[in-house]
Every structure is written in C-alpha cells, then in structure tokens.
C-alpha cells in the first residue's frame, strides 16, 4: 500500500513562514533605523572655507554646544576654495536627511549670484536654518606701511597705482568685496590678492608680502589687539563696540561707504520641515545662552536668533546691492 500523499500546501506555508521569518530580521533593524528619531549620528558641518578663519570660529563655538540639546556631535568639514562654491555644492548635493548642513554667507548665498556666470549650486533651493548673526570687517594695513589713517592711505595708493597689494579670504568675499568698493570709491589702483581663507592673507600681511587687507574682526582682532597690524576703519555703518576709538570708513571721508558680513546655516534642498524646525529651535536656545553670547561679542559678532526665513531674506535684499558692487568695480574672480 503506497504512503498517503502530504499535502504540497503545507510545506509550501512552512517555506513561506521561514522566508517570512528570515526577511523580517534582516528589515527589523532597518525598520528600527527608519523611525528613530532624529538625529540618531553625528551630524557633518560643511564650512566653505579653511580651519582658524572667521567662519570656522564661528561655527566650531555653535558645534560645541548644540550637542548639549540635540544629543549627537557635530563635526566640522572645511571645504575651502573657489569662493565658497566648493562646499555649498557638497551641501548642495548631499542627502536630504538633516544629517549635512552648511554654513552659507553672504558670499555663498548673495556675492556669487553676479560674481559667478554659472554656480553648482543654487542658493534658492538650499533649506534655511537659521542666521547667526552679522559681522564688521576692518581695514588694516602692515605695521611698516606709511599710512596712519585712511585719508594717507589713500593718498599713498593713488600716488602708486597697482602696487599696493590687498589681501582677502578669497575672491566673492566680503574682505574681497569690501576692497573692491572702496578702490571704486576713492578712485585707487590696488591690486587684488586672493587667499584660500583669512588666515593665509592674514600671515602675509604679517610677513609684508602685502600690504593691505579687508577682513572680519573674528579673525583680524587678536592681531589689532596685538598690535601685529595697524587698523585704520571698520567697514559697518557705526564703530565697533570692540574698537570705539577706531573710525568707520565713512567717518573718514569716504561718504556712504558700508559693508558688513553675515552668516547661517543651511540644509540640502528637500529637507523635511520638521527637521528644519527643530534645527533652528536648537540653534536659537544656543544664541540666547549668555556664555555662547559673550564668546561671539569677543569676535564683534552680533547674534541676531530668529526665524529661519531670515538668511533667504537677507540674502535676497542683498544680492542686488552686491550685483552693482561688483558690476561698478569689475570684480573678477581668481
């Protein structure tokens, strides 16, 4: 008598539970990961220009607290080099999952619009987070050079046309830009000297390779206090609280002359609302702590928390402004 026949149906349901049973703890983890909350790992600052400059200082004391609040650390990417494109574009290009962020200017998101025929990126589209705050420039010049104020400095440029040699943080800055409109507005011939980032204009000027420069004051102060460089002006429209003696380049005679720099930070095109949300709230808590306050007014940073609709604005009042500086001066990029 043949053995009774087993039904295929059920190994064929024993086949599909180990399959089932397999299958599910391979997504289980993954399923884990994807509800998680965020952030869940390290989150990647991407800082357009090089370590030791004012950008760099800016962000690394943003980075050193928001950990506190959002429970990840933060780690720091400089991606200097063609006017801040370089990075803005790996931010650009990165995932859109909160975990790469940008710190953008007012060279990356305003200067290079009319700086750039084509940019790899497009302000536009990246995700505001939040601006940080504004920031003077300063005029400075080497300790030797025979200008103690800018009305001599100005006499020595337009005495020797194109060899005085100014320094900046690189072309599409605002040390670049600043010195641009005040050549155009004085009519002087100085000849333009980009940098990969501050602190190698900062060396050179020191070293008497050049001779003038326009910076910010988070990176230029130490030097002004030391006495390494002689500060003639600041760029912004009122003195500096860190610098009270020192005039504004329009109180020197230069009517209407003003610039100043900016910053914040930025997401990837398409990040999630919510994530935007809770990244500007942790950075806004970060700006109001007095400690964090008083570490940014050492630099001549005044913080400015708020909505992160803010930088879009601010960056589209200005970018027509910078559109005439450069067009009125022929800046070119290096």
Not at 61 to 73: A, D, H
Not at 299 to 304: A, Y
């Amino acid at each position: 008598m043949n053995a009774p026949h087993r039904p295929v149906h059920l190994s064929r349901r024993r086949w599909i539970e180990s399959v089932s049973a397999t299958a599910a703890a391979v997504l289980a983890p993954r399923l884990a990961h994807a509800s998680a909350p965020y952030p869940d790992k390290p989150i990647r600052l991407v800082v357009p220009s090089a370590a030791g400059g004012s950008p760099d200082a800016i962000c690394r004391i943003l980075t050193n607290e928001l950990p506190k609040s959002l429970g990840q650390p933060f780690v720091v990417d400089n991606k200097p080099g063609a006017s801040g494109n370089i990075g803005m574009q790996d931010v650009f290009r990165a995932a859109a999952d909160g975990y790469t962020l940008g710190y953008a200017n007012v060279g990356t998101l305003a200067i290079n619009r009319s700086l750039y025929s084509k940019l790899p990126y497009d302000p536009d589209a990246l995700v505001p987070i939040g601006l940080i705050g504004f920031v003077q420039n300063a005029l400075v010049v080497r300790t030797d050079l025979p200008a103690k104020n800018v009305r001599e400095l100005i006499a020595l440029a337009q005495s020797k046309p194109g060899d005085l040699k100014v320094a900046s943080g690189g072309s599409g800055t605002t040390g670049h830009l600043s010195g641009e409109l005040f050549k155009t507005m004085t009519s002087t011939s100085m000849m333009h000297i980009p940098y990969r980032g501050s602190p190698q204009g900062i060396t050179d000027l020191l070293g008497g390779v050049v001779d003038v420069m326009f910076d910010n004051l988070s990176s230029i102060l130490p030097h002004i206090k030391a006495r390494r460089v002689r500060v003639l002006a600041v760029t912004g429209a009122a003195r500096s609280p860190l610098l009270p003696d020192v005039p504004t380049v329009a109180e020197t005679g230069v009517t209407g002359y003003e610039t100043v720099g900016w910053g914040g930070i930025v997401a990837p095109p398409g990040t999630p609302k919510a994530i935007a949300t809770l990244l500007n709230k942790a950075m806004n808590d970060v700006l109001l702590l007095p400690a964090v306050r008083e570490k940014y007014t050492v630099l001549g940073f005044e913080l400015t928390p708020g909505p992160a609709e803010r930088l879009t604005e601010r960056a589209r009042k200005e970018a027509p402004m910078w559109a005439d500086v450069v067009k009125r001066s022929g800046a070119q990029v290096g």
